[in-house]
């Protein structure tokens, strides 16, 4: 079965986004959406999963991070977890490593995370579950799916 596709309005209706971040980053190759060259005009559409990239975004910056912070975040939890729609279910830790010299993604420990704050180790949790944006995806797959079963039947 097909998923469904949203325009870039509805996208950004549903991840708290304007229009013009959602241009900035697909400009910066951030967070691309699929494009349909198919008639007249180009028309931009965005997966569900692109979606929850994009209120990723608007969560990491609105929670203070900069821009290439927020990014660096999203690309690190895409490699983690290359299903963002089931990612977002669970807490994670976003931790500078300043012995590697990198911006880590992990899951969320509490014991790990106590050991990392008594040895001064920066930190950010991430907890999407409770977040607007990703029960707009939710509500609109279950829509779409009701809609296309009953259709088959």
Request: proline content about 3%; some cysteine; hydrophobic content about 40%.
């Amino acid at each position: 079965m097909q998923e469904p596709f949203f325009t870039s309005k509805q996208a950004a209706n549903i991840s708290g986004c304007t229009l013009r971040q959602l241009q900035y980053w697909r400009e910066k190759e951030i967070v691309v959406p699929t494009v349909s060259s198919q008639g007249t005009g180009r028309s931009i559409y965005y997966s569900p999963a692109e979606v929850v990239e994009l209120g990723i975004m608007e969560y990491c910056l609105g929670s203070g991070l900069n821009m290439e912070i927020a990014a660096a975040a999203l690309k690190s939890l895409k490699d983690k977890s290359p299903n963002l729609i089931q990612a977002v279910s669970q807490p994670w830790l976003l931790s500078w490593n300043g012995q590697k010299k990198t911006l880590d993604v992990v899951d969320f420990d509490e014991i790990q995370a106590i050991e990392w704050l008594k040895a001064g180790r920066v930190m950010i949790l991430l907890r999407f579950e409770e977040v607007a944006f990703l029960r707009s995806v939710k509500d609109a797959l279950a829509i779409y799916h009701s809609r296309h079963r009953s259709n088959l039947g």
